[in-house]
């Protein structure tokens, strides 16, 4: 499933979403609650430290359904204080919100009065994509996204995609460096090559023609 389709499926779960509309905000519109744009941030952030570590939301601003590039706007605690909010030419904020800002602060975007905007989420290995990278920490971060998507479920953990591998957008090919010595070539979906663990057992290395782009993980290869 490419990442797009994993973010979709989440949100069926109860996990994630894809697009969430209705954060659009001007003169003659109230601000929204920031815990609406940053859906399951909180969630995450109630994870000990020790059981998060090895994945990240990732959050993506959309305009008018398409990635909005850079935007400003302030995130407005209940005493009226405000912290400037800023997304980058990528569509993703410079910063993620706090779990305090979350429990009680507003969001503020300078857009125009009849622009949409929404917010693609997303769940990702938080290693630096590399040329070279250590099987054993692609298959803990996987594991690992795993047990914190079952705890936020909760009650509808059943419900949940199983991750399975990470996939490597933006690498051409890769090879899996075998104990032996032997190398051998990663398999692809979406044009990308893609590491699971229960398909390649024994790699001690993954070596890339070219660094990834970014990491992703994929439910179903």
Known sequence: ???RGLIL???AAGLGVGLVPGLASAADKAPVKLAKAFPFLDRYLALPAGQRDRFVLAYTFRLNGKLSGELKGAIIAADGRRTRFLVGPDGRPTRLPTLIELQSAMLALDIPADAKIGVQLDLEP???PAREMNPRDLAAAIVQAN???AQAAG???FATPRLT?????GAPSGDAILAD???EALPSAKGAPFYAPARLTGAQRLVFARPPARLTFLDKV
């Not at 591998?165 to 957008?169: C, L, Q, S, T």
């Open 1 to 3: 499933m490419d990442r």
């Open 165 to 169: 591998a990470v996939g490597f957008p």
């Open 126 to 128: 938080s290693l630096a």
């Open 155 to 157: 009650m509808l953990s």
């Open 9 to 11: 499926g989440l949100g």
């Open 181 to 183: 010595g032997r190398r």
């Open 147 to 149: 047990a914190g998507m």
